[in-house]
């Protein structure tokens, strides 16, 4: 909470303005992300950012802080379909080591995360590990109990899991644990092969040779021409960039020269525009496709 990183929330002008760079790009499916202090991501906001969106974006997900079912039903109302909640480690020691205080040191709040989300009408359910906190075998076992339980519990809702690996990020944080290219492509397969159904998904941390060979293992959903920091393809906001110390808000001091945007959440490893990685998956038979769901047909 007290890392030396630029932070920012955005406005709701300022969300809808990256959406709409986005919608101009050709996306129509969106994953809206926030930071989990309850102070700076309350409900209410994030029902106005889904709301905002509804109109031009027919699937809408959000990756935030854990909530109540409750909490949870008017952001569905808004016009939100996805949600996404990464354990990040589903060794119990590990997480208690990384997560100190606050909310998030609840593992098992989180670990029932998805069940809340589905009792409160969202249709489609992301999880995952983020590989590199401990030995990825024994996540991924773990992660492939948590996929058979939601698939059972669950069982109305499409699944999907991404496997992000810990890529240098803000705060100077540096994974644990290796995973090799061989051993993704070697779980990308096992998942495939034991979960026909689930979707699964590979984000921008990965370099462009490692996510075209991986599109024909199984990945069914890739992120293209990626931000990770807010406002970083409008440059919007930057008037509000600030730093939190002892959870009180401190204005940046900023060097000489340095680009006064938001520090990213981790660094990208594909930089390509989502143009460019739609050619590709043509040329290697696949079809891209940018809208696989329509709420006015939801009834």
């Given amino acids: 909470r007290d890392n030396p990183i630029l932070r920012v ?29 309850p102070k700076f991501v309350s409900g209410d906001y994030l029902v106005e950012c889904v709301r905002a969106l509804a109109s031009d974006f027919p699937s809408i997900a959000i990756e935030v802080g854990p909530m109540a079912s409750s909490d949870y039903v008017p952001i569905v109302r808004a016009g939100a379909e996805g949600l996404v909640v990464y354990q990040e480690t589903y060794q119990r020691a590990v997480y208690a080591e990384l997560h100190t205080a606050g909310p998030k040191r609840d593992f098992d709040y989180r670990l029932d995360c998805p069940e ?43 699944i999907t899991i991404s496997l992000p690996r810990l890529r240098p990020a803000a705060g100077g944080f540096r994974p644990l644990f290796s995973i090799s290219d061989r051993e993704l492509a070697q779980l990308v397969c096992a998942l495939r092969i034991s979960f026909p159904q689930v979707g699964i998904v590979l984000s921008t941390r990965e370099r462009p040779s490692l996510r075209d060979a991986l599109v024909s293992l199984g990945v069914t959903m890739m992120s293209a021409g990626s931000h990770t920091e807010p406002g970083g393809y409008t440059r919007r906001g930057t008037e509000h960039l600030h730093q939190t110390v002892g959870g ?50 939801s009834g």
């Fill in 248 to 297: 009180r808000i401190i204005p940046p001091d900023f060097q000489d020269g340095e680009d006064k945007l938001a520090t990213g959440q981790f660094e990208i490893g594909d930089d390509r525009p989502p143009e460019r990685i739609a050619t590709i998956l043509r040329q290697r038979g696949f079809e891209p496709v940018w809208k696989d769901w329509e709420q006015t047909l």
């Fill in 116 to 158: 809340r989300a589905y009792a409160a009408g969202f249709r489609r359910l992301g999880v995952g590990a983020l590989f590199g906190l401990w030995r990825w075998q024994d996540e991924a076992i773990a992660l492939a109990a948590h996929l058979d339980y939601l698939l059972r519990r669950c069982w109305q809702a499409q």
């Fill in 9 to 37: 929330t955005l406005s709701v002008e300022e969300v809808a303005a990256e959406a709409h760079y986005l919608w101009q790009a050709g996306f129509r499916q969106v994953l809206l992300v926030a930071g989990e202090h």
